[in-house]
């Protein structure tokens, strides 16, 4: 399995913050939408990442008043990204050495879709289930 297979299941929206935005809208971004990563965006260029780990985090370490400081002071810079191509093991080795949740597939430098655990998870559970039912109606036929 790819993750052009997990897009095309789960379509290619990517929800995305500007750097300069307050850490309050993207919090309250993250909660309407219930997601837990945006990414952050100048046009169509990515200059980061932000989840709810990093927002944790900055707000235990400098308090609340860390919600009116920008995107940028805060985001994570530095951001591991896929191919639409990469098989689903590659990725969960990517996200487990990495100990991170969300992983933006690029193609041509262009961001094509966003990709969760959670996103994963389902579709793995959606290839075992079909796998058991392929072997229910081998049985019965047999």
Do not use: W
């Not at 046009?43 to 707000?59: A, F, Q, T, Y």
Request: neutral net charge; hydrophobic residues 45%.
């Amino acid at each position: 399995m790819t993750v052009k297979a997990i897009l095309g299941s789960k379509g290619s929206q990517v929800i995305a913050v500007k750097p300069d935005d307050k850490l309050s809208t993207a919090v309250k971004l993250l909660a309407e939408r219930r997601i837990g990563a945006v990414l952050v965006m100048t046009d169509r260029h990515m200059d980061g990442i932000l989840s709810e780990r990093d927002i944790v985090r900055v707000l235990h370490e400098r308090g609340a008043a860390v919600l009116d400081e920008p995107v940028s002071a805060v985001m994570t810079r530095k951001v591991i990204t896929c191919r639409s191509a990469d098989t689903v093991s590659a990725i969960m080795e990517k996200m487990t050495a990495g100990k991170f949740r969300h992983l933006p597939v690029v193609e041509n430098d262009i961001v094509i879709g966003l990709i969760s655990i959670g996103d994963i998870v389902k579709q793995r559970v959606q290839e075992y289930e079909n796998e058991q039912e392929a072997l229910r109606d081998y049985i019965k036929t047999a």
